[in-house]
C-alpha cells in the first residue's frame, strides 16, 4: 500500500482513518512529492506513527516531474502499490476545479483502489 503524505490535515486523516487497512498490508510506503522550490515535508513523521500501530513503513521522496498526480500515480505504480491513501482537495474546490489538482488527476486516472479523506 502507498500513503501520499504532505504533512497536512487531510493526508493525516486519511492515514488515520485507513489504519485497518494499512494494518493488513504487508508492506507500506509513505510517499511525500516534493517541488525543488518547496519546503520539504519529512514522511519519516508518518512511518514513525505507522511503525507505533505495528505496520511495517518506508519513506520515500520523490520530486513532482509533470504534475503532483501524475507523479503520486507513477510513483505508486514503481512500488507497486495496491492501494493509495491520500487526503482529498488539499486546496479549494474552486482552485482545483480551474487549475486542476492531484485529487482530480488521481480520481480520474488511478488504476487501483483509491482510499481518500477530505
Same mark, same amino acid.
Given at each position: 500500500?502507498?500513503?501520499?503524505?504532505?504533512?497536512?490535515?487531510?493526508?493525516?486523516?486519511?492515514?488515520?482513518?485507513?489504519?485497518?487497512?494499512?494494518?493488513?498490508?504487508?508492506?507500506?510506503?509513505?510517499?511525500?512529492?516534493?517541488?525543488?522550490?518547496?519546503?520539504?515535508?519529512?514522511?519519516?513523521?508518518?512511518?514513525?506513527?505507522?511503525? /507505533?500501530?505495528?505496520?511495517?513503513?518506508? +519513506?520515500?521522496? $520523490?520530486?513532482?516531474? %509533470?504534475? &503532483?498526480?501524475?507523479?503520486?500515480? @507513477?510513483?505508486?505504480?514503481?512500488?507497486?502499490?495496491?492501494?493509495?491513501?491520500?487526503?482529498?482537495?488539499?486546496?479549494?474546490?474552486? /482552485?482545483?476545479?480551474?487549475?486542476?489538482? +492531484?485529487?482530480? $488527476?488521481?480520481?480520474? %486516472?488511478? &488504476?487501483?483502489?483509491?482510499?481518500? @479523506?477530505?
Amino acid at each position: 500500500m502507498v500513503v501520499a503524505w504532505d504533512g497536512g490535515g487531510q493526508s493525516a486523516k486519511a492515514a488515520r482513518n485507513a489504519l485497518p487497512f494499512l494494518r493488513m498490508a504487508e508492506q507500506v510506503t509513505v510517499i511525500s512529492l516534493v517541488r525543488k522550490e518547496d519546503e520539504e515535508t519529512d514522511p519519516q513523521d508518518l512511518v514513525f506513527y505507522l511503525q /507505533r500501530h505495528g505496520i511495517r513503513a518506508e +519513506a520515500r521522496r $520523490t520530486e513532482i516531474l %509533470s504534475s &503532483a498526480g501524475e507523479s503520486l500515480l @507513477a510513483e505508486t505504480s514503481e512500488v507497486h502499490g495496491e492501494m493509495l491513501v491520500m487526503g482529498a482537495y488539499g486546496h479549494s474546490r474552486l /482552485r482545483e476545479f480551474l487549475l486542476g489538482g +492531484a485529487t482530480q $488527476t488521481v480520481l480520474n %486516472s488511478a &488504476a487501483l483502489p483509491v482510499f481518500m @479523506a477530505h
